[in-house]
């Protein structure tokens, strides 16, 4: 987890506002959940190793001390979404096009660029069946990162339909299927080689095995045949065909990949799925896809849905190497009060609320000392002009400001402050 | 804990930017810190009472059996901001004026506007033990009061140094101290009798009790001259009464109260303590108050700081109330584009990225049907163009725009339809 220091705050919020930007761009609306769901609400969707990672409360009281817990830390934007949904639904637009920003949490060891609190950027369509919605999704995602000046992506595509498919030509058992997926889906990280490794380590059944090794090895057509064995293969290269088809006319010169053995780690998928890549940089920045059956554990009635989810971090830390932007100021401080000595706080306060009212921001001097280290404070802080009214001003009714960018200074009547200030700035 | 719909989470997200804005203006800058703290760095600062309301997270793994636990989710932004002083403080300004938003928890028993889950609005000034510090803090949360057009509010102050000389003067046993404070706040809410029952329940001894009794049936001089009697209650009285000139003149036509019997939850505050309330409602909106020895847990060095605190939740109810502002769309949606049949999915994606390129916001249509209930969708979703494209249109290479306010319909060349579309918004 991690502390954020003032100037990266500000950096996050520039970006977290092109976002909503985008995101509003496309119709999508804000919604917003609480950081705790009910244990019941979280589990039985993310998959067994997901599980693990979900963060639980313990209860309050009595129950303490046997390690209770009724309430859990939510593991990801989609989950409370469905539950959201269902509660809803009757308030609801349909489809129901919705953003939501805010940090999941992840009991996750620890590694490089990974956080065990980390934002998410959601958007999802929800009671759409069309692939138009899976398109949009992805054409919103692919528009905050060309916002970003980010290009050269890659998007692969898959479907869950296929990868049962694979399931089934295999004949792979059921209690294998999980692990075999997450095994077949480390081929981009490991190699062939190292997924065969893996398989043999689960117990496969022979002949199933030698048959993955043969055609792992030989990638390509022999996967692709073995899909089209079945229906439910057959149906997801029919997905991801249309949706590529969809989505190459709009992405000039975007690479979009099917990629048959991408697995992604969640349990509620059902029909497209995609990832995108920056070209030549590991992890991805952003990903989703289909989720027909998840609402429906919240609800009685099918209700289907995509989303997509787009990791501000990895955004951010993608942004820093292509940043060609200038860095802005980190405060917008204008002026800066100094303090003359105890007898005159009530002046300075008196001057900053004028000012302020005027639209002016403004940063008063807390103590008396010695004047050129209030100017460097002021300096410091990044104002532009800095006050002076001491005994001397204050008799003759003046106060005097000082141009800390020209290094020029000038004297006006106390009453003139606002308005001098105000042509200064404008002048500016 | 709560969900937020579209509309409630663009109403708060209003009043936050309102909220930065009026910060900023102050000098203040943002910063963050996670969720989650290590349970010791929360524990042993916000008394036993507090203290029962920190949510703990179960460890993972094998140590969830036994109940144990290290992390904590935060139960203020105040001590997170002590640990992350003590950590960062050679990359802060000095004085640091930071601001922060976010959610914190506690395990209270809800009641009516009251949640599990919060958000707090927080500004501080560490290291500073200027009193102009405090008036500062104040008056940045009455500015942003006043920037909702709340007006008509009382400002409660105190010191914890008046509370420590009443405790002194009348001889509390250091065991009974913490619930004598805590029943003696109570006072605005059950009364003199109330307290004096509450009092005697505590088996403070006898000749004390019937000093309060006395004492607190004529509240005012007696109490006051009780205070005086010892060191710590008039450094106290002197910090209320010098607060107190300083923040008079500038809040022309605001109360300052002195209210010797306000104590303030949280264990930490050492000096000037105050609320905001809003005449005639229950509930602080805001407050804060003095800690100068809660860093030093943190760091070697005694660092003074203070700080105050606004409820986002408890301003929007009041907001609701005296608001006089019209609402705003609930969506910026300029075009909605419609949808033939499925074949014309590529060129809705196609028109509707042509014109977000533009900086228009488009929501697409994502199934085919009748046209009267494509354009009522459209209506639904706020838009003002409703865009037409179908066979007749594209062997015409011609596209029909709808303008859904004034009824009318015109149909341009499609490479004319951005340049049209933008002179149309700009004409509204």
Redo the contacts between chains.
């Keep these: 987890?991690?502390?954020?220091?003032?100037q990266e705050?500000?950096r996050r919020?520039r970006a977290l506002n092109i976002i909503r930007e985008v995101f509003?761009?496309?119709?999508f609306?804000?919604?917003?959940?609480?950081?705790?769901e009910r244990t019941e609400i979280l589990m039985g969707k993310y998959g067994s190793e997901g599980e693990?990672l979900i963060?639980?409360?313990?209860k309050?009281g009595e129950q303490?001390?046997?390690?209770?817990?009724d309430?859990a830390?939510r593991y990801d934007l989609t989950v409370p979404l469905a539950r959201?949904f269902a509660?809803?639904q009757n308030?609801?637009?349909r489809?129901f096009?919705?953003y939501q920003i805010g940090?999941v949490?992840r009991?996750d060891r620890p590694g490089k660029g990974r956080f065990?609190?980390f934002y998410q950027c959601d958007i999802d369509?929800v009671n759409?069946p069309?692939?138009?919605?899976d398109?949009?999704i992805i054409?919103a995602l692919v528009?905050i990162l060309s916002r970003f000046n980010l290009s050269n992506f890659v998007i692969l595509l898959n479907s869950r339909k296929v990868l049962a498919g694979i399931i089934e030509a295999y004949g792979v058992p059921k209690s294998l299927q999980e692990t075999t997926l997450i095994n077949l889906d480390k081929i981009d990280k490991i190699g062939t080689e190292g997924v065969i490794c893996e398989l043999k380590k689960i117990d496969l059944p022979p002949s199933i095995m030698s048959q993955f090794e043969c055609d792992l090895r030989q990638v390509g057509n022999d996967l692709e045949n073995k899909i089209r064995e079945n229906a439910i293969g057959r149906e997801g290269l029919r997905e991801v065909e249309e949706l590529t088809?969809?989505l190459t006319?709009?992405l000039k010169g975007c690479e979009v990949k099917f990629s048959p053995l991408l697995v992604r780690g969640l349990n509620y998928y059902t029909g497209p799925i995609f990832e995108i890549y920056l070209k030549g940089r590991d992890g991805a920045i952003a990903s989703g896809g289909r989720y027909d059956n998840l609402i429906e554990m919240f609800t009685e009635k099918r209700i289907p849905a995509c989303g997509g989810s787009l990791g501000i971090d990895r955004l951010m830390s993608m942004v820093e190497i292509s940043d060609d932007q200038e860095e802005q100021p980190?405060?917008?401080?204008q002026v800066?009060v100094t303090?003359w000595d105890g007898n005159f706080?009530?002046d300075?306060?008196?001057i900053?609320?004028e000012l302020?009212n005027s639209?002016?921001?403004?940063?008063?001097s807390?103590?008396e000392g010695k004047i050129g280290n209030q100017i460097r404070l002021a300096l410091?802080?990044g104002a532009r002009f800095c006050l002076f009214y001491g005994p001397d001003e204050k008799s003759k009714n003046e106060i005097t400001i000082k141009d800390l960018q020209r290094g020029e200074q000038l004297t006006v009547k106390r009453n003139e402050l606002t308005q001098k200030l105000k042509s200064l700035i404008q002048k500016r």
Excluded at 24 to 27: D, I, M, V
Excluded at 29 to 36: C, E, G, N, R
Excluded at 359 to 364: A, D, F, L
């Design positions: 987890m991690r502390d954020f220091l003032p705050v500000k919020e509003e761009s496309f119709g609306l804000p919604m917003d959940t609480p950081a705790l693990k963060f639980r409360i313990l309050r303490a001390i046997s390690g209770e817990s309430l830390l959201f509660r809803y308030e609801l637009p489809p096009r919705r940090p949490w009991a065990r609190e369509i759409s069309s692939l138009l919605a398109a949009d054409l528009k088809s969809l006319p709009v980190i405060s917008s401080l800066f303090l706080r009530t300075v306060l008196d900053a609320e302020r639209g002016i921001s403004v940063e008063i807390l103590e410091k802080r």
